[in-house]
């Protein structure tokens, strides 16, 4: 009762006591934590303070519960003293007369019960010392109400020969009831003097039991005070570094929202400044960063605007003479045979060439779209079988002028993509006639080479590779055969008449999509180009339907 | 003798094509390659002497280039469909962009890209003069509507209603067929002559006038029904 309790502030952490309910719970409460810096520094701030407040308070406890008892101590021993004197005289006094000791000691031990009932304390009477009777052996006489086991042994033993001197102890004084019976304890302090009884000689020993009932109060008066006081003074700090942090996280907190802005576009964000403090030249300087960010992709967006109006111009203007110069190419080339040989066969290159100019420049201004960020997909449903048999039905021609075979091997389930078909078409076109182009080993012409084409496809994606039998590629030209204008050998002859451009554009049809174009080749065993795309516009790819390297390709030599 | 001259070449050729554009030397083999093609053609090279040039030589087909010096190829359009169903094809250096929409939205009918192949062209203006060949007497009924196809009139409880021959062939393939539903596709074969796939906005933006014109209420049309993911039919109401 005396022990002073650590007084325990109010739990600062949100959250905390759902925790172990809902998981969900616990992961917004942590979340919470993680994010909210004023809820550190208050929790914190806190904790810290109740520790505080837990030393200071329990070393209050100790010194007034010390000074409460060395007070009381000494009261209680003058008390005693005084009493014992005073039956000392009365003994004295009547040692004259012969009186028998049974009522000297009767009258003795009832005045001491007497007074102490009306003071508040009890008395027990051992009794003659030189006899070495105990107490609890019983013989004694005590105040009513009082046990005789509430004197404690120690003090006992104290009195155990006569003539011993005055000596106290701190006890549990146990209370009884009419019938002996123990209803209660409370703590006090036990007084044991000696009288000598000069009747029959014999030194009794007078115990006085004084109750700290009223100390106790005070004590539980002050842990009261003080738990109050430590409670206020908890809420108070937590209050006030809630206040406080706020003013700081209040403006970073507003940076960060005017920031989030900023990233999602709206550029004419910006932070308030007021006053000259340290937050007020943050908020200049990121108004600073926000106004220079502005400035630099307004810049950069007009740059964009003048490219893609620049390439608006180009292509009115170039496709303007060109077309007359088709036209007039046209008119010659069916004129061809009322010509000499030598210019009929001008007629037929220039026309042959106006050709190659015209898929060049369509190449060229279709780039320039990708660069200018001007290409759009039009999606649909797509099932790549189908693109694929069209594919094949418009090259078959180049592929039997070329001494080619193409196969396609697909399953019987449609191979479904969300994409733009148009482009899809020209991907896998382009990767087709590529493949009829390398398709035959060095260059050898002699037999019929083959081209397959496998599609697959599952609920994430739908995949389309095209494999040829030819020259392959060496290695590191798998990465290099998607850049602009690349060839594989610069000194061979193209044949196909592609502009270079082919893969590159079907590079920026597949990004368009978020899909995968991959080249893989070995020298001597031909190629492999996989497109992969997937099921939904903007879902993610994880893995293609069909293997970039060919199951038919055999284990590199290492 | 002028009248005489006129005449005579109108015997002589397929038709008169109008050929607006402001490069001379485009307009000019434009005009050679017509005339090998048995057309007879005219050059106009500023967009504010285009109607002019309409009213005067009064052609079967025009030819329309959108950026013209003077007026805009747009507006031209616009004038000549407010006066005329004559055939419009437009001829444009950008394939891809809101202009080709928009040129189908102010009265075109037809477009080609730039550069395009002679005999592309020539099929183009073909398949847009071609109507003047047949002449068969049939009258069909759409919802109700009743449509005169040798007299190229649309009248609904006696009332014509003005369509541009475009239009008016549009109409003609989905009532001839009320039970078939028609694909874009097969629209742009049998309407506008394609036979290899083109660009399916054609049949959109024209489906989009001719309701326009011909629905008591173009936002629940009932006499040019869509058939969702397919194409379109005739109603049956």
């Known amino acids: ?558 | 003798m002028a009248e005489h001259a006129a005449g005579a070449m109108d015997l002589a050729t397929k038709g008169r094509v109008l050929v607006v554009d402001d490069d001379a030397s485009l307009a000019e083999m434009l005009t050679i390659v017509l005339r090998q093609e048995g057309f007879d053609g005219r050059v106009v090279t500023r967009g504010d002497l285009a109607m002019e040039a309409f009213h005067d030589y009064r052609p079967d087909v025009v030819l329309l280039d959108l950026m013209l010096p003077g007026k805009d190829g747009i507006d031209v359009c616009r004038e000549i469909r407010a006066e005329s169903g004559v055939p419009i094809v437009m001829l444009t250096a950008k394939g891809d962009t809101v202009d080709v929409v928009v040129g189908l939205e102010s009265g075109a009918d037809d477009y080609v890209v730039k550069p395009f192949k002679p005999k592309e062209l020539v099929a183009r203006i073909r398949a847009r003069v071609r109507r003047n060949d047949r002449a068969a007497q049939e009258s069909l009924v759409i919802g109700d509507l009743s449509i005169d196809v040798a007299g190229h009139s649309v009248t609904r409880h006696g009332a014509p209603i003005n369509l541009t021959p475009l239009e008016f062939d549009l109409l003609v393939c989905l009532a001839r067929k009320p039970w078939q539903v028609f694909t874009r596709e097969v629209l742009l074969e049998q309407v506008w002559g394609y036979r290899h796939a083109a660009d399916t906005r054609l049949v959109n933006v024209h489906v989009q006038r001719l309701r326009s014109k011909v629905e008591h209420d173009p936002e629940n049309p009932e006499i040019v029904v869509t058939v969702r993911g397919v194409g379109y039919k005739a109603g049956t109401a």
């Open chain 1, 1 to 558: 009762m005396l022990r002073a309790r650590a007084p325990r502030g109010p739990r600062a952490r949100p959250g905390e006591g759902p925790r172990r309910r809902v998981p969900g719970a616990l992961r917004r409460g942590l979340t919470f934590w993680r994010r909210s810096i004023q809820a550190r520094v208050v929790a914190s701030t806190v904790i810290l303070t109740a520790v505080v407040i837990a030393v200071v308070g329990w070393l209050l406890l100790q010194q007034t519960r010390d000074g409460l008892l060395d007070n009381r101590v000494k009261a209680v021993t003058a008390e005693v003293a005084d009493e014992v004197q005073e039956a000392n005289t009365r003994l004295t006094s009547a040692s004259g007369q012969d009186v028998d000791p049974s009522v000297q000691r009767s009258d003795l031990t009832e005045l001491i019960i007497a007074r102490g009932a009306t003071r508040g304390y009890g008395v027990v009477v051992a009794g003659p010392a030189e006899e070495g009777v105990r107490i609890a052996a019983g013989g004694t006489v005590r105040s009513s109400h009082f046990a005789a086991t509430s004197v404690p042994v120690s003090l006992e033993r104290h009195f155990d020969k006569p003539d011993a001197a005055m000596a106290w102890a701190y006890t549990s004084i146990v209370h009884t009831d009419n019938e002996d019976q123990v209803v209660g304890h409370e703590p006090g302090i036990a007084v044991g003097a000696q009288v000598h009884l000069p009747a029959d000689g014999s030194t009794y020993t007078i115990y006085f039991l004084f109750p700290l009932e009223e100390q106790a109060n005070t004590m539980s008066l002050v842990v009261r005070a003080l738990l109050t006081a430590g409670t206020l003074m908890l809420v108070l700090v937590a209050g006030v570094s809630w206040l406080v942090t706020r003013q700081v996280v209040t403006p970073v907190r507003m940076a960060r929202r005017v920031a989030e802005r900023l990233a999602s576009g709206r550029l004419q964000e910006r932070l308030r400044v007021s006053g000259d403090d340290d937050l007020a030249r943050l908020a200049t300087s990121f108004n600073q960063m926000a106004s220079n960010l502005q400035r630099q992709i307004r810049q950069l967006e007009e740059l964009s605007r003048v490219q893609r109006r620049f390439v608006a111009d180009v292509s009115h203007e170039l496709r303007t003479p060109l077309t007359t110069v088709r036209m007039a190419g046209d008119v010659l080339h069916d004129a061809r045979r009322d010509f000499d040989p030598a210019t009929g066969r001008a007629a037929e290159l220039l026309q042959k060439e106006l050709d190659r100019f015209e898929t060049l420049l369509v190449d060229l201004l279709e780039i320039s779209r990708f660069d200018a960020g001007a290409a759009v997909l039009e999606t649909d449903d797509v099932n790549l079988i189908d693109v694929a048999h069209r594919v094949v039905d418009t090259t078959r021609a180049l592929a039997e002028q070329r001494r080619v075979r193409l196969e396609v091997d697909a399953p019987d389930h449609p191979c479904l993509a969300e994409a733009d078909v148009r482009r899809v078409e020209r991907i896998v076109r382009n990767l087709v006639t590529n493949a009829i182009d390398h398709a035959h080993p060095d260059g050898d012409r002699s037999g019929i080479a083959r081209v397959v084409i496998r599609v697959a496809g599952d609920d994430q994606a739908a995949a389309i590779a095209v494999r040829d039998f030819g020259v392959g590629l060496a290695p590191g030209e798998s990465a290099m055969v998607f850049n602009r204008f690349w060839r594989a050998d610069p000194a061979r002859a193209r044949t196909s008449g592609g502009t270079g451009l082919g893969l590159s554009i079907s590079m920026e049809d597949t990004h368009l999509h978020g899909g995968w174009l991959q080249a893989w080749g070995r020298p001597g065993e031909g190629s492999q180009f996989r497109l992969t795309l997937p099921r939904r516009v903007g879902g993610s790819l994880r893995q293609s339907p069909l293997p970039l390297v060919p199951e038919d390709a055999p284990e590199p030599v290492r």
